[in-house]
């Protein structure tokens, strides 16, 4: 059951992380901003086992990371 929820957790941020990527009319930063947060998201979610804290966290430190990211 708990393999099931967290291939569940994360096939949910996988689909809204595409889902937002498909915005043609976003800028660079926000593209890396919303990147970031997906790939933050799925691997606080592996990192912690599954837990929402974890999942929450790594979104936002990925999405802080984005946003950081300069493009030349």
């Given at each position: 059951m708990k393999n099931q929820l967290k291939l569940f957790s994360?096939?949910?941020?996988?689909a809204s992380t595409l889902a937002l990527g498909g915005c043609a009319n976003l800028?660079?930063?926000?593209?890396?901003?919303?990147?970031?947060?997906?790939?933050?998201a799925v691997a606080g979610a592996?990192?912690?086992g599954g837990s929402s804290v974890g999942t929450v966290?790594?979104?936002?430190?990925?999405?802080?990371?984005?946003?950081?990211?300069?493009?030349?």
């Open positions: 994360l096939s949910l941020v996988l800028s660079h930063r926000d593209r890396n901003v919303i990147t970031g947060a997906g790939i933050g592996v990192l912690t966290g790594g979104a936002a430190v990925g999405g802080v990371i984005g946003n950081t990211i300069r493009h030349k």
